[in-house]
């Protein structure tokens, strides 16, 4: 007995010590994330919102700073969470017993997905619609002004706006699941109501993917292109330099003399174009010193490489519907248990699970890309030492809701076989077939719909500066009459 008891005690005692290690690494890991966002978001925070004369708005703005900086870093971990999982089996596979490693197991895994599900929620329910209603609060009537009454305010609305959303739930799962045992598992909020709303969450994230994703491939080329120095043929930049500065000095000629002219003169129109043609000219100055190395081979390099990702992110999801019609263990599904290091989860080995975990940051990368092109989410847009603090509050909610949706596209898409751990795989809309086929078929036809489109533009514009036929005088077909006569007098 006492053998047993001592080999009992000594178990414990390891569990202990991993369940210790485990959240050490938790934290540890946490707070690299939320320096780096603390970092990112002070620089695009409005300087005069942290340092006004009243004290409490400024008090109020750091408070809801912090927690969109928890917010943010919430965001990042969720991205980071498919593919830190996907390296860490592989790292398992080739070392299996190496001492140095003995802390990445299952265990740690699951812990940290489970994790990224219960902050994820935290911030989505809470921290936000918390942050929205403490920077607009202004305190009840009649109260004492202050932080603690703006709390008091914030407190309330966030109770008010937590019962609304409880109630339209509840209606719409009893709608949706007309039975009993459906709307007897809302009353249970933390089992049931957290996940289910996460569940509703997730698809809008979902689909919200299924339209930026393919906006953002086509139009990463453009951003790319802005990025690096292009090859032009049959282009003179010492032309277009000498073109730009006479320009710039016409029109800060016009703005030093406004009354020269007898036409009134809009200034600020006239110092944005000032301004665009001192930026047109420093990257016409970065083109001319640019190596020919970098201007002919970088470039087309670069094309080349989104064109293969693009490519090759179409080409498995086609695999994977043909996977889907054959094979019903293609459907995402759930595990609990994170047994890692047993297989890969590629059938090219660790190079393909390298493929997966850069087309995983691929589509991340463009579907922000895109999120921020559309024109309903453009004004979103965040600007560098100018943002707003209710638009940083949107903009985490935005970011949190894309990459919370992350690993479930991922593994929807087919682009790993890495199943869903936790909570993720507890939506019950991944297990219909149908949504989950018709979400690969409209995911590849509006990816390839989109390039096509975004190529045969881009190759004809190209032709025809490389041809130098933008600059020939060519007749405009379709002129209306109106102008024509206008013209004329």
């Known amino acids: 007995m006492e053998a047993a008891d001592y080999e009992l005690l000594s178990v414990r005692e390891q569990l202990f010590h991993d369940r210790v290690r485990e959240c050490i690494i938790s934290i540890l890991l946490f707070a690299t994330l939320y320096i780096l966002c603390h970092i990112f978001l002070t620089r695009f925070k409005k300087p005069t919102e942290f340092t006004t004369v009243d004290d409490e708005d400024a008090t109020v703005n750091k408070i809801a700073l912090e927690l969109c900086t928890f917010t943010l870093a919430v965001a990042l971990g969720a991205v980071l969470l498919l593919p830190f999982s996907i390296i860490s089996n592989e790292v398992l596979l080739s070392l299996p017993r190496n001492y140095y490693i003995q802390w990445l197991n299952g265990s740690l895994i699951h812990g940290l997905w489970n994790l990224v599900f219960l902050f994820s929620n935290l911030s989505l329910i809470f921290l936000m619609p918390f942050a929205y209603f403490f920077t607009e609060s202004e305190g009840f009537a009649g109260s004492r002004k202050g932080v603690l009454g703006r709390v008091y305010e914030t407190v309330v609305m966030l109770i008010l706006l937590t019962l609304l959303v409880l109630g339209m739930v509840w209606v719409a799962s009893a709608i949706v699941d007309n039975d009993k045992a459906s709307r007897e598992s809302l009353y249970d909020f933390w089992e049931y109501y957290l996940p289910y709303l996460y569940s509703c969450i997730s698809f809008l994230g979902v689909?919200?993917?299924?339209?930026?994703?393919?906006?953002?491939?086509?139009?990463?080329?453009?951003?790319?292109?802005?990025?690096?120095?292009?090859?032009?043929?049959?282009?003179?930049?010492?032309?277009?330099?000498?073109?730009?500065?006479?320009?710039?000095?016409?029109?800060?000629?016009?703005?030093?003399?406004?009354?020269?002219?007898?036409?009134?003169?809009?200034?600020?129109?006239?110092?944005?174009?000032?301004?665009?043609?001192?930026?047109?000219?420093?990257?016409?100055?970065?083109?001319?010193?640019?190596?020919?190395?970098?201007?002919?081979?970088?470039?087309?390099?670069?094309?080349?490489?989104?064109?293969?990702?693009?490519?090759?992110?179409?080409?498995?999801?086609?695999?994977?519907?043909?996977?889907?019609?054959?094979?019903?263990?293609?459907?995402?599904?759930?595990?609990?248990?994170?047994?890692?290091?047993?297989?890969?989860?590629?059938?090219?080995?660790?190079?393909?699970?390298?493929?997966?975990?850069?087309?995983?940051?691929?589509?991340?990368?463009?579907?922000?890309?895109?999120?921020?092109?559309?024109?309903?989410?453009?004004?979103?847009?965040?600007?560098?030492?100018?943002?707003?603090?209710?638009?940083?509050?949107?903009?985490?909610?935005?970011?949190?809701?894309?990459?919370?949706?992350?690993?479930?596209?991922?593994?929807?898409?087919?682009?790993?076989?890495?199943?869903?751990?936790?909570?993720?795989?507890?939506?019950?809309?991944?297990?219909?077939?149908?949504?989950?086929?018709?979400y690969n078929a409209a995911f590849a036809g509006l990816t390839t719909l989109c390039l096509v489109k975004t190529f045969t533009a881009a190759v004809r514009a190209e032709l025809i500066r490389a041809f130098g036929l933008d600059r020939l005088p060519l007749p405009v077909s379709g002129f209306p009459r109106s102008s024509r006569k206008k013209q004329h007098q």
Request: charged share 15%; aromatic share 10%.
């Open 207 to 438: 689909l919200l993917l299924l339209v930026c994703t393919p906006l953002g491939l086509a139009r990463m080329f453009s951003v790319t292109g802005k990025l690096l120095v292009k090859p032009r043929l049959l282009e003179d930049l010492e032309e277009q330099l000498n073109c730009s500065a006479f320009e710039e000095a016409a029109l800060t000629r016009r703005i030093c003399n406004p009354t020269s002219c007898w036409l009134p003169l809009d200034m600020e129109l006239l110092h944005r174009q000032v301004l665009a043609l001192q930026t047109q000219r420093v990257l016409l100055e970065k083109r001319r010193k640019a190596s020919a190395w970098q201007r002919n081979l970088g470039y087309p390099l670069a094309m080349l490489c989104l064109l293969l990702l693009t490519g090759l992110s179409v080409l498995i999801v086609a695999i994977h519907i043909l996977e889907l019609l054959i094979d019903e263990a293609a459907m995402p599904r759930s595990i609990q248990d994170a047994s890692l290091g047993q297989v890969s989860f590629s059938k090219l080995g660790s190079f393909g699970a390298i493929i997966q975990v850069v087309l995983i940051f691929y589509l991340m990368v463009s579907s922000v890309v895109g999120f921020y092109s559309s024109p309903l989410f453009r004004s979103l847009r965040p600007r560098w030492h100018d943002t707003a603090m209710t638009q940083i509050i949107g903009n985490c909610v935005c970011l949190l809701v894309l990459s919370s949706a992350l690993p479930v596209f991922s593994r929807t898409l087919g682009l790993t076989r890495f199943d869903l751990l936790g909570d993720f795989g507890r939506f019950n809309w991944l297990g219909n077939f149908y949504i989950v086929f018709l």
